[in-house]
């Protein structure tokens, strides 16, 4: 039992390229979550998935691009990457959006954009 | 609006050394769950306890406690007899009705503790 898998862990974009960033739960999952981290900030909500074929925006979705095509699967797009998107990004999931249930995150993948 | 504050920013002990990771929440909602999330230098984010807003009782965990008071909205964390293994950025995070985005956690900005030997 994996967990919550995370591909890559580090990349360097220069500006202007794209990306997807892959994470994987074998948990059977019904919620997967994006997040960045940012020094000083916490972790902060990019979008959300209730299920599969669904997405929802967070509280920084801008910039970004969700997909939720498998169950266990979520991956995350930059169309063209700036500056501001360097980050650590985590993945999480979750049995339901329930108050009593725990999120499980990733391992991160450490994203620079020149 | 939901909001978590993490006033200590970084905290160095001398291993051995209790130490308290203080946590103070706003949110209006009545019923709400706290949770402890520990990043050790490797960056991964690991859950250490969830406690809802009808359960005061303190809970110990081997050399971790947690502290939730209602009336001062704080649950707090320490650290009996640090190791140097300890040392990590520890967030307290708030999970609501009223976050929308169907609950989502909501993040303190992190304390980070350092362990001497």
């Known amino acids: 039992n994996a967990g919550v898998t995370q591909t890559p862990k580090f990349r360097v974009l220069k500006t202007g390229q794209s990306m997807t960033l892959l994470c994987a739960q074998d948990m059977n999952h019904e919620y997967m979550y994006w997040y960045r981290q940012d020094p000083g900030m916490g972790l902060r909500l990019i979008h959300y998935?209730?299920?599969?074929?669904?997405?929802a925006k967070g509280e920084v979705p801008d910039g970004y691009n969700v997909s939720r095509l498998k169950k266990q699967n979520f991956l995350l797009g930059l169309e063209s990457a700036a500056p501001s998107q360097t980050s650590v990004y985590f993945c999480?999931?979750?049995?339901?959006?329930?108050?009593?249930?725990?999120?499980?995150f990733g391992p991160g993948t450490r994203l620079t954009v020149l | 609006a939901q909001k978590v504050t993490q006033a200590q920013t970084e905290i160095s002990v001398v291993e051995k050394e209790d130490v308290t990771l203080d946590c103070v929440y706003e949110?209006?909602?009545?019923?709400?769950?706290l949770f402890w999330y520990k990043q050790p230098p490797s960056g991964e984010l690991v859950f250490l306890i969830r406690r809802n807003s009808f359960d005061e009782q303190n809970e110990i965990s081997g050399r971790y406690s947690w502290n939730f008071q209602k009336s001062t909205s704080s649950f707090n964390f320490t650290i009996t007899a640090s190791q140097v293994v300890d040392s990590a950025v520890y967030f307290c995070a708030l999970k609501a009705p009223s976050t929308g985005a169907n609950s989502k956690l909501t993040f303190g900005k992190g304390i980070t503790l350092s362990v001497r030997p």
């Open positions: 999480a999931s979750s049995y339901s959006p329930g108050l009593v249930d725990t999120q499980y």
């Open positions: 998935s209730v299920g599969e074929g669904t997405t």
């Open positions: 949110t209006r909602d009545t019923t709400y769950y």
